[in-house]
């Protein structure tokens, strides 16, 4: 696809930015040459994908060139999906591997922030029809699909799901988007939530709350609207003031209208690929593990669910 002129300018701009920081020897340049030597170098590929991604996230902080320019910031999002995927099928061609199954979770990620752009442009309500469709080889480890299935059934009906990480913002992206599943439920990384004031802007349009500058008073009037819940891969839930009075659910903190509702009871959660992933070494497994341990510390009714299948060696709170 051509791009316009502005959008070679603001592409140009993004990529002379400061570049986060990285690894010595993974600047833009120095893996361009790494590859231009060795184009199937799969890490090279896989890092890449990540600076570009990391390029187009920045984009949507102060100035906000993400608005200035959508063409350029989708430019990156390109650029990254074709890297992670020539990393995925080069890490991993026939199987899974810790930076195969990298690659394809980041790539996810990508996909992510199409749809984060596309919110920012025109509204929470916009959905695969403009950013997408969705590829259907887009793939996670199972250790994250049944994180992502978790977390959203853990959320109640119309809820927002704030996320604190790679593991969990993807996997119930994932499961959302490309799996079908709680199609009511808004994700947002809360990391996006506090940086992204256009993506607030929108959010307290879209869902008719007073908007506030600051994204956790943002929270408190949310909560107003519609029930939000808290990813325990979070040590703690946000507290704004006035603050909220969060309870605890399996795997999330929740606070908003209709608590009492869509409850689901600690013994239906699932954790059948956690113990595979754990038997594998899967490198996403640590991440799943560290937020069921502090579901199971608020909640531990959870410890019966994780008995059943052999996971309370793993989890300290249960050994009690």
């Not at 600076?51 to 063409?71: K, M, T």
């Not at 908007?211 to 943002?218: I, K, N, T």
């Amino acid at each position: 696809m051509a791009t316009s002129l502005c959008s070679a300018l603001v592409l140009a701009a993004l990529l002379q930015a400061p570049p986060p920081p990285t690894p010595s020897g993974d600047s833009l340049l120095a893996l361009r040459a790494r590859l231009a030597r060795d184009s199937t170098d799969g890490r090279a590929w896989l890092r890449l994908g990540r600076l570009y991604l990391q390029l187009a996230e920045d984009a949507h902080g102060p100035p906000h060139r993400a608005l200035e320019d959508s063409a350029a910031v989708r430019a990156l999002l390109d650029s990254s999906d074709d890297a992670l995927a020539r990393a995925g099928q080069l890490l991993a061609p026939s199987g899974s591997t810790p930076d195969g199954d990298s690659a394809r979770v980041l790539r996810v990620g990508a996909w992510s922030a199409r749809s984060r752009l596309a919110w920012d442009e025109k509204g929470i309500n916009v959905g695969p029809q403009e950013w997408g469709p969705v590829p259907l080889d887009l793939k996670v480890p199972p250790v994250l699909e049944e994180l992502g299935e978790n977390l959203l059934r853990a959320c109640p009906m119309w809820g927002v799901l704030f996320t604190a990480s790679e593991a969990d913002s993807y996997a119930a992206w994932y499961m959302r988007f490309s799996r079908g599943l709680r199609t009511d439920v808004l994700i947002v990384p809360l990391a996006a939530w506090r940086s992204d004031s256009l993506l607030r802007a929108r959010v307290a349009a879209d869902l008719k709350f007073a908007h506030r500058r600051d994204p956790d008073a943002a929270i408190g009037e949310l909560v107003k609207r519609r029930p939000v819940c808290v990813s325990m891969a979070f040590e703690r839930p946000p507290e704004p003031r006035p603050r909220i009075g969060w309870a605890t659910r399996p795997l999330v903190w929740v606070a908003g209208p209709h608590l009492q509702e869509d409850r689901v009871p600690p013994r239906d959660f699932v954790f059948a690929a956690l113990r595979l992933a754990l038997d594998n070494h899967d490198a996403w497994a640590p991440p799943a593990l560290a937020l069921y341990a502090r579901a199971a510390r608020a909640t531990p009714p959870l410890c019966e669910a994780l008995k059943t299948f052999r996971l309370t060696n793993e989890i300290p709170s249960c050994r009690r």
